[in-house]
């Protein structure tokens, strides 16, 4: 009994830890409405830097606490909110979790960077040794401080949403935030403290729970896993059942750690099911939850779109992919190309989140966890090289996307990512974790002794063993499934994903089985990530579960985001920058640069949610699709540099200073032949006179004038406003 009884307040001092950190995570949600990703992050960066402090420099807790707790984490939130959070107004939910998660990868990039991961930091808890003996069960000071400090953290949340003016302000803001600003509310300041007193709750459960893990940044972020579990308990507004549930999941945690059997017991499938359990808590949270409503337009539409490709720019993109993948092959070094080959893998994966996440807008933040299913059973079921083990894998993949797919049925937006992230998590933690175990007289195993390998692939008359075979190997796959994404952004199938992203309410009034829509997407998302899995795997041959942990997919979800998550050309620009030594090669000495260019551009999405490629490159190649011998011609001057290297003509910088002025001479001589074809002096538009931009861009970007209506009445030849009686207005 005395064991039990000890177990559940180590229980109830960790549960207490998820109060906190689950309490400043639906602060900010209630009174902001943004699901804060990098909440944990927060926490592990202020941990970090208390231990700066404290033990590095030797400052008493009493200054360094104060430091952290009161100075560095409500100032970073305010320059949070300032600088990021209140730009993300009328912004849709999507974007503004993935702004998030670029603050998360920047902090933790950052983190790496200004802390050497290889040197053992520990964090000792406060009163370290002190116990106190309450019949037989030692209750250390630490435990019993962290209980204190939740419930009274606990209880301050609920008196100040509750019980305080600026608190039921701080709410009202989010309900209606016009409606409050009539009653008197100031949003600034209400953001502010909202987002000062978020991060301060951040770094004390940061703080805190160092000491019970590695001071290590992975671990300290992926805490708030944990904690989401809490706050999705209390559907993230209810402060009392949110406490409550930290305290449960914090139980069953220490619980199951001394009962759940282990794998000396004879129960090796359960060997990591401990580190699962608040996920586990968090997925069965989630299904118990009731049903979300179907929602129609937002009052406050966003800018994002997706446009329609066509199949000559989708053939011309997947030709170029092919021929640069061939290029690439010939001029780069054994070393480069060996790091490169993994790039096609990468991209697939990318490319399979644009009809799931970019079309159909359906939060998955689990598509590398199908990435890895895929690399599983590429090598179980193809250890011999055989090519059919990509369609097992493809077909296995899609099965258990439209398993996963059942919640997204019930749920949507913030609670649909959060499902998708516990099956991600879970995954981690738990299966690809199972060790090499024997039922009767079969022997079964995830990754073998830790890791698995992967026999490239046995192509009928092809030899792809080599690494620039492979290369040019995967750059055909990505093509073609790049192809795939394009037929299905052009079939009725694209059609309906784009409208149940849009408005599923009329989705379900018009007659569409919105259901079977988003279970076909899932496995249809889930399916190629599996090949793009299988790829991977091929490309590295070997591979262990640390090749598919989250937070790597969040780094590929975000290039994703960052370039376009309606375009394949997102997808290769994501296996360009993660799976190739490009800016190891710039920039030897900055390891963490990638990671923290990555966030940093992510946090600037709610200003251009729809990523530099859909939005600022592909228009500018629009025009050269109605030229023909201009991309002829720009395409013969390619292949010739090609030729000519090959010849050892030039070397190979020459080569990609042609190629790269031919790209951009077919871009803009398109550009300049249609604008000298609307008459347009020193390849400018023709604007009707006084307007002060194109028709098409007023509206979108540019705010209408009275004299752009005026002009416009001019171009159409309507009457002015003062000939007509009662006036007209235009739009």
Known sequence: MQEFITFVIIGLATGGIYAITAGGLTLTYTTTGIFNFAHGATGMFSAFLYWQFEHAWGWPVWLALPVVLLGFAPLFGIALHLVIMRRLEGASQATKLMVT???????????LWIWD???NRTVLPFYAGHVWKVGGVNLAYADLITLGVALAVAVALWILLTRTRIGVAMRATVDDRSLAVLNGSRP?????LAWAIGTSLAALAGILVAPKLSLSPLPLTLLIVNAYAAAVIGRLRSLPMTFVGAMVIGVAGALATNYVPKWDAGYPYLAGFIGSVPVVVLFIALLLMPQSQLRGHASTRTREFSRKPTWTGGAMFAAAVVFGGIVASRTLSDNDVFSSTKMWGLGIIGLSMIPLIGYAGQLSLAQLGFAGIGAITVAHLGREGQPIALLWAALICAAVGAVVALPALRLSGIYLALATAAFAVALDRWFFLLPKWHWGHHEYYVFKSGSLQIKRFDLPGVDITGDRAYFVFGAVAFALVSLLVVAIRRAEFGKRLLALKDSPAACATLGMNHKLTTLAVFATSAAIAGVGGGIYGGAVRSVSPNNFEFFTGLSILMS????????????LFAGTLLGTPLMINLFPDWTQ????????NGVALGRNPNGMVAAQLRPKWDPALKHPFVLAGGAAVIVAAFAVRQADLVGNWVMVIVIALSVVLISSVSRGIDNRKSGAPGGQPVLPEGMTAP???LGLSVP?????IEALDR????PPLTALSGGRHGS
């Open 101 to 111: 998660v670029a603050i998360l990868l920047s902090l933790v990039a950052a983190d």
């Open 117 to 119: 991961p290889s040197v």
């Open 188 to 192: 600034e300041a209400s953001g502010m």
């Open 560 to 571: 994703m985001v960052i370039a376009g998550l309606t375009s394949p050309g997102a997808a």
């Open 593 to 600: 640069l990638t990671t923290i260019l990555i966030g940093l």
């Open 695 to 697: 028709p098409e861009k």
């Open 704 to 708: 209408f004038t009275p004299e752009d």
């Open 715 to 718: 171009t159409l030849g309507l």
